[in-house]
Nanobody, 127 residues
Framework: QVEQVESGGGVVQTGGSLRLSCIGSGRLGRYFRSAAAGWFRQAPGKEREFVAAINLRGDVVKYADSVAGRFTISRDTENQTVFLQMDSLRPEDTATYYC?????????????????WGQGTQVTVSS
């Protein structure tokens, strides 16, 4: 069962921007109304890694060092949606991006997620 639909990926040049969206349904949709949410990414040949997390109220956000100052996470809890605004993109940001929920932003940083992984959305940054 698909619990999330990630969208907004594409091909951009270095320095460009993209805005990713993730709509939760079923169990993940309920988590998006009651728990922390986050974004993750996986590049070819590499492990999945944490990108950003936001708590339920939206007043606590955490970022991986590699994206801090360039990416912004936000959420629309009522509509079970999480966003990732990505600016000043770099070739090393190229990856498939995924969303999920967790008990806390700290747990998400440890990749401790509550739902299964979706298909993700591909982001490719050309140099």
């Amino acid at each position: 069962q698909v619990e999330q639909v990630e969208s907004g990926g594409g091909v951009v040049q270095t320095g460009g921007s993209l805005r990713l969206s993730c709509i939760g349904s079923g169990r993940l949709g309920r988590y998006f109304r009651s728990a922390a949410a986050g974004w993750f990414r996986q590049a070819p040949g590499k492990e999945r890694e944490f990108v950003a997390a936001i708590n339920l109220r939206g007043d606590v956000v955490k970022y991986a060092d590699s994206v801090a100052g360039r990416f912004t996470i936000s959420r629309d809890t009522e509509n079970q949606t999480v966003f990732l605004q990505m600016d000043s993109l770099r070739p090393e940001d190229t990856a498939t991006y995924y969303c999920n929920a967790g008990a806390s932003t700290g747990r998400l940083m440890a990749l401790a997620v509550l739902a299964s992984w979706g298909q993700g959305t591909q982001v490719t940054v050309s140099s």
